[in-house]
């Protein structure tokens, strides 16, 4: 049968590989299709796993085999994802769009990887496109070519994880994973119109993904709709003995339980929060700079929460307009102390040079592209005597500052709306020349890195460009776990379709 790619969500699919609609196989080779005619030109996939349709069978037998004994199928089980190159699963190349790693095979599976494939059934598609080890916002850095957005292919999906929101926009897998540093999930889920979530700190493992900044990294989904990231997430958050910054999964609060067809189990009850969060919105942080589409998206943001029931209050941030020149201390040092084991000795690229110290230069030299090296070279002099007082301590001060100013604001609010990002995706080439306006990309996404909170960024809208469609998205903030309330108010605002 013809499957519709472009209408097809988690639920929707899971329901029909019940009842039998259609196969994992069937499933998997449409998305195969799709991706033999639209890959080469959006540029989405890195590789494409060589055992795809295997996966794909063995789910088949594994559904088979529930339904004849009566037991639950998971939501995942035959569902195809995509996974970012920077994320390892064993014996697949993993590179994170670096020379450096061109030919690096995993050794071990992330533990992400483990829950969706081995403990939920789910099918790897391939490894997406990306930044260099996640450093940019544009998947511009990939030292393997630009990736298209599929909504208009002159323009960038966002970064870092634009690999994986291009091929979830462009119907070439039906949900993906990224990693989130900075908004690295969100600002590409705002420009291909996709739901994206940067869990909260230590709530999903981030054992086996390459680190970029160990405080503020986060693996997160992306999905067609609210729904399809609320049911990645469940699936891959939870304590892992891997990594000791995990922790337990609370009890979810003033919620109804969910049944494996994603509908509430309470007759007449539709899956959600019974309480309407109230909205808080720093107007402060938002009165210069936003693309005028971007603000009408948010005014009609606001008039839609409204009438859902949600009360709309005006907040202060009072030190959230350090929170960007504050990360890019905190991130690059990070940065700095991630990238020294990739020496060309252990593992990846090696270049000789007169001796074991040249040996090293000349790997590096080789195998970093120019973001990853000034990353580096930003994050070497903030840590080096007689800078580190001066521009790292007090980064981590003022951290501390914009943290606590977030937890007064949710003395008072549930929810922080601002937009995701200040603008509509930007055309390839528009911003790589000048790294500060790059940065400033980063604008809305940085603070809950910064402060371990969870963000969703949520398909709220289009504005209308030269003849293209162009994907909006408002961010939801939420206290530290309580990622229920950001699911609840993104479904009640998120406008689905292209």
């Known amino acids: 049968m013809k499957i519709n790619l472009q209408s097809l969500t988690i639920i929707k699919a899971h329901k029909s590989l019940i009842e039998g609609d259609f196969t994992a196989v069937e499933l998997v080779q449409s998305y195969l299709d799709e991706i033999k005619k639209k890959n080469g030109e959006i540029h989405a996939y890195l590789e494409v796993y060589e055992d795809v349709l295997d996966q794909a069978k063995s789910a088949d037998k594994a559904i088979a085999d529930l339904k004849k004994e009566n037991k639950e199928v998971p939501m995942l089980m035959g569902i195809p994802l995509a996974i970012k190159d920077n994320i390892l699963v064993k014996g697949k190349t993993v590179s994170a769009a670096s020379k450096i790693l061109e030919n690096y095979k995993a050794t071990y599976d992330a533990t992400v990887i483990k829950r969706l494939q081995q403990e939920n059934g789910a099918i790897l598609i391939g490894r997406t496109n990306m930044d260099e080890f996640a450093m940019g916002g544009s998947t511009e850095k990939s030292a393997y070519g630009v990736t298209k957005n599929p909504h208009d292919m002159r323009r960038v999906p966002g970064g870092s994880s634009g690999g994986s929101a291009a091929a979830v926009a462009g119907d070439l897998a039906l949900a993906a994973l990224g990693s989130d540093t900075g908004g690295s999930i969100r600002q590409p889920a705002s ?7 940067k869990p909260t700190y230590g709530v999903v493992s981030r054992y086996g993904l390459m680190a970029m900044g160990s405080s503020l990294d986060q693996i997160g989904p992306f999905g067609k709709t609210v729904g399809d990231a609320e049911i990645i997430f469940n699936a891959i958050r939870g304590r892992d003995p891997m990594d000791s910054t995990t922790l337990e999964k609370p009890k979810a609060e003033n919620t109804l339980p969910i049944s494996k067809h994603g509908e509430s189990k309470v007759k007449g009850k539709k899956a959600t929060n019974l309480k309407k969060s109230v909205i808080g919105v720093p107007w402060h942080f938002l009165d210069k700079g936003l693309d005028p589409a971007v603000k009408k998206n948010l005014d009609d943001t606001i008039s839609k929460l409204k009438g859902h029931g949600y009360e709309i209050k ?3 941030l009072p030190n959230i307009a350090y929170s960007l020149p504050v990360y890019y201390v905190i991130m690059p040092a990070e940065v700095s102390s991630n990238m020294a084991r990739f020496d060309g000795v252990k593992y ?5 040079g007169k001796n074991s110290i040249e040996d090293y230069f000349e790997s590096r030299a080789a195998g970093f592209g120019p973001e990853v090296r000034r990353r580096i070279l930003l994050g070497t002099y903030v840590l080096s005597s007689g800078y580190y007082d001066a521009y790292y301590y007090r980064a981590n001060a003022v951290r501390r500052l914009i943290t606590e100013d977030f937890n007064k604001a949710f003395e008072s609010v549930d929810i922080i709306l601002t937009p995701t990002a200040p603008s509509p995706a930007f055309k390839i080439g528009e911003k790589t020349a000048d790294p500060v306006a790059m940065y400033l990309e980063d604008i809305f996404t940085v603070t809950a890195n910064l402060t371990g909170l969870p963000a969703l960024s949520v398909p709220t809208g289009f504005s209308e460009i030269e003849g293209k ?19 609840q108010a993104g479904k009640d605002i998120e406008v689905e379709g292209k």
């Open 348 to 352: 990846g690229l090696h270049a000789d």
């Open 314 to 316: 005006e907040i202060t």
């Open 191 to 197: 420009f291909c119109g996709l739901a994206g979530l």
């Open 469 to 487: 469609k162009l994907p909006i998205g408002m961010q939801l903030t939420s206290r530290h776990g309580d990622e229920s309330a950001l699911f």
